[in-house]
């Protein structure tokens, strides 16, 4: 599925890769343990319990290049949990018409189009809102971090749940199942820990320290760019859990027009462009699984 590179762009590639592996080997530990230090130095122990009392607010990412976020944007509201704030980033887009929804408690924010990628739609599913999460991720304000992509559907009490068994087993990283067109798919796991899809997640706002890769899409395993981030974190030393729940906390069906979700369904949709029907061009990471 991956597209052939020329020989020399491969070697490139691999050393790249290389070196950014080396390189987060080591800085991402240090990141974790900054983090760490600063968290405690301002919140713990004295002030943590009035810093985070009984509704911490979660600040949720929400990456998109400009397609109908409705569902997703419903699915938010509708939550049980509403101590919150959504972040909408618009990757060469500006996602103005979504304020309206609750003024104050939803964002929008534009970054200007750029490319650290090929133009294949393979590596743009890879790689594509690398820019537009990391720019989230500066301007989160809040306790906790989830992401939810535009095309995403949150369970009414995804956020409570996540955050009850998060603050149980004081876990700094937690992860759910998600129904991915009728499939659960297993979790990964890195470092002898398990984690969930995307759309599962929730994490410490002090490990927004760890960004996106923009170069993931060089990589020949775990290329995807939230596998990659999860994946770091879990060698960094993040306590990270994957829950069973007996229901998704996500739910992930094919946008309308199309049969598949994930790698397969922006594919798809790459090739109804190439007969002539409108097409993106971006990637907002729906379905990656």
Request: proline share 6%; hydrophobic share 35%.
């Amino acid at each position: 599925m991956r597209p052939k590179r020329k020989w020399y762009l491969a070697i490139l590639d691999w050393l790249i890769t290389a070196f950014l592996f080396c390189w987060y080997s080591v800085a991402d530990r240090v990141r974790l343990r900054l983090a760490r230090r600063y968290y405690e130095y301002q919140y713990y122990p004295e002030n943590a319990p009035e810093h985070f009392g009984a509704t911490p607010v979660v600040s949720i990412i929400m990456p998109t290049i400009g397609r109908d976020a409705t569902k997703a944007i419903d699915s938010v509201l509708a939550q049980t949990y509403k101590n919150w704030e959504l972040i909408i980033v618009g990757d060469g887009v500006w996602p103005c018409e979504y304020t309206h929804y609750e003024y104050g408690k939803i964002r929008g924010h534009k970054i200007d189009k750029v490319r650290h990628y090929p133009v294949h739609c393979f590596y743009q599913w890879l790689a594509g809102p690398c820019r537009a999460i990391n720019y989230g991720l500066s301007r989160v304000r809040g306790d906790w971090i989830a992401r939810i992509d535009d095309d995403d559907v949150w369970h009414p009490r995804h956020l409570e749940w996540a955050l009850e068994t998060a603050t149980k087993y004081n876990e700094e990283f937690v992860s759910f199942p998600i129904d991915l067109n009728g499939q659960w798919p297993e979790p990964y796991t890195f470092n002898a820990r398990q984690v969930g899809a995307v759309q599962s997640w929730l994490y410490r706002s002090y490990l927004k320290c760890f960004r996106t890769n923009l170069h993931c899409w060089r990589k020949k395993w775990n290329a995807v760019n939230d596998i990659d981030l999860s994946e770091r974190m879990a060698w960094a030393g993040v306590k990270m859990c994957y829950f069973i729940s007996p229901e998704p906390h996500a739910t992930i069906k094919p946008r309308p027009g199309l049969t598949e979700v994930g790698i397969k369904g922006w594919l798809q949709e790459g090739e109804q462009n190439a007969r002539g029907q409108e097409f993106s061009g971006g990637n907002t990471g729906q379905g990656r699984q």
